[in-house]
């Protein structure tokens, strides 16, 4: 009889999705759920923004993006705000279009970032695993996410990638004018209509 970690490490390699523009894949990311991290397993408005650290005039520093982290640490809006930033690396031969990445949340742990699908047209959102199959993220560029997309995005999680997903927990996203101004978001990432009454 196989065990469960036996069975895990015959599954094939995750692979990733084809096309990737890094420059499009930019900005901001909510997370609307998630296989967690110890760090995800209450969070609630987790925000991830990406940013390219070459600014085009020579400034260029020793990763490739800079990620800002914030989440509240439970309930939204009312439980302590919580900051991760991180680093991330562009891996492959063509950087400007590529699904792999390396992520380091904190020296001198660096961690495989895998981006397994992605809206191609108008990045309106992607699924990100992890080699083990231990962790996912599935995220959306609005608070909101329509339901029939999240649950295209498990199924594929669950019949193209073989993840096993129990434990997979939604992340609540509740919205107000404050908090909005509060974490430095905009009306086009956090729409007037999705706000909390």
């Known amino acids: 009889m196989g065990n469960s970690a036996s069975s895990k490490s015959a599954l094939p390699a ?11 894949f930019m900005g901001t990311w909510f997370v609307h759920g998630v296989k967690p991290t110890m760090f995800e397993k209450t969070c609630s408005n987790a925000v991830e923004k990406y940013s390219l650290t070459d600014d085009g005039e020579g400034t260029k520093k020793k990763y490739d993006i800079g990620i800002d982290f914030q989440y509240n640490q439970a309930d939204p809006i009312t439980s302590p705000l919580k900051s991760l930033p991180q680093k991330g690396w562009l891996q492959g031969k063509n950087r400007e279009n590529t699904s792999l ?3 380091s ?21 992607c699924v990100i695993g992890y080699p083990s199959r231990d962790y996912c993220w599935i995220m959306g560029r609005k ?11 498990v199924k594929k999680l669950e019949e193209k990638h073989q993840y096993d997903l129990n434990g997979l927990r939604r992340v609540p996203q509740k919205w ?14 956090v729409p007037d209509s999705m706000l909390s009454k």
């Open 101 to 103: 990445w390396t992520v």
């Open 176 to 189: 107000t004018r404050e908090e909005r101004e509060k974490r430095g978001l905009t009306k086009e990432e």
């Open 14 to 24: 995750l692979q990733t999705a084809q096309n990737c523009e890094t420059a499009k």
């Open 105 to 125: 949340p904190m020296w001198p742990i660096k961690m495989p970032y895998l981006i397994l699908e992605v809206d191609e047209q108008k990045y309106e959102y």
């Open 143 to 153: 608070p909101e996410m329509p339901e029939n997309t999240y649950n295209m995005l």
